[in-house]
């Protein structure tokens, strides 16, 4: 999987304009999950669009980032359940899922919907 | 902008009330005072400065508003874990009273504490049991971090026996029980206004507090815009 941006405006254009938080299927169809999770990540840590870009799988988070504490990561747990439209049971939360962006990403996709992976294999 | 004192309407006898506030007031006798009703907890503090800049833009607007203290709450001597949502509410009704407030504005959680009998605006309405849900989570993943373990189950049940300190807010039972189930008032003149209509990501999210000019100049001129219109139709 590539960390390069694959539209390079996509991630200024989902935070920039007023689109809603919690319209996930117009989400699902302009932008990748990766793309999606890293304009979270920016939410959460505050980061331009060139910041949120230069995130790669091996990017540290929990443990790694002193500002992301625990309440920041509930949130950040929080947000990802309303955008991605999953639940994320408390026994998913663990340190390999929170310690870097891959981790997430990998947990997120793996609880994206089946008919979303579906679709998204089809494509494929 | 002035910081002056309020007087929470409880009792003083059972020690939960406190005879004094503090409440930050945009105070010029204007035809619209707008009561502020902050976010709550970790929220109240990342959105402290947010909800000054809206108080400052709705000023020049040329509307009244007013932010008040809870007791238990910043500068407050009352103890957090002695508080309860009713009292809150009580206390919330009485800041509107004797502010003379015509309309409140909620932030966040602050909706839970909104007098119904008010007009206003809800941003961003957060619900008890979502507050409570991650306040939870971050203690879980605290635990977690430090080698322990625990359930939210085992928590909750904790907490509704005998208060809970989550995330560092040390919460008593009354208002654990009442956060489980607190819903948002169906309070049919308080307008619900949605991050989208504000811009951009809500700074509640953010894991250091920060500040957005546009986002809080964004949100004053829904609420004067919206007042504006009632102004006109009453005309």
């Known amino acids: 999987m590539s960390s390069k941006p694959i539209v390079s405006n996509a991630f200024a254009a989902d935070t920039a304009t007023d689109t809603p938080l919690r319209v996930v299927s117009a989400d699902t169809a302009t932008a990748s999950t990766e793309e999606r999770l890293k304009s979270i990540l920016s939410d959460v840590l505050g980061l331009d669009a060139d910041d949120a870009q230069s995130l790669t799988l091996d990017s540290g988070l929990f443990g790694h980032l002193p500002e992301l504490d625990s309440m920041a990561v509930a949130g950040l747990l929080t947000e990802i359940e309303d955008r991605f439209d999953i639940v994320i049971e408390d026994d998913d939360v663990d340190g390999e899922m929170l310690e870097t962006f891959g981790g997430l990403l990998a947990f997120v996709e793996a609880r994206m919907s089946p008919d979303v992976s579906a679709i998204a294999s089809d494509q494929g | ?235």
């Open chain 2, 1 to 235: 902008m002035e910081v002056s004192t309020w007087s929470p309407a409880r009792s003083q006898s059972d020690g939960k009330g406190s005879k004094d506030e503090l409440i930050v007031t945009f105070d010029k006798g204007r035809t619209a005072r707008i009561l502020i009703l902050p976010a709550l907890f970790d929220e109240a503090n990342k959105l402290r400065r947010f909800t000054l800049t809206v108080m400052r833009a709705l000023d020049e607007m040329g509307i009244d508003s007013a932010l008040p203290d809870w007791p238990g709450c910043n500068e407050s001597l009352a103890a957090l874990e002695a508080q309860t949502l009713e009292g809150w509410r009580a206390d919330a009704l009485q800041a509107a009273q004797s502010f003379g407030a015509t309309h409140c504005l909620s932030i966040r959680a602050g909706a839970l504490l909104a007098p119904t009998q008010l007009s206003g605006w809800q941003y961003a309405p957060l619900d008890g049991p979502k507050l409570l849900s991650a306040m939870l989570r971050a203690r879980m993943i605290a635990a977690r971090e430090a080698g322990q373990s625990e359930t939210r189950e085992d928590l909750l049940e904790r907490g509704r026996a005998e208060g809970l300190t989550l995330a560092g807010w040390p919460l008593g039972a009354p208002l654990v029980r009442a956060l489980e189930s607190a819903a948002l008032n169906a309070a049919p003149a308080q307008t619900v206004i949605d991050q989208s209509a504000v811009g951009g990501a809500g700074l509640w999210l953010r894991a250091e507090p920060d500040e957005n000019t546009d986002q809080a100049t964004a949100l004053a001129q829904i609420v004067a815009q919206d007042l504006a219109g009632q102004t006109g139709e009453e005309a």
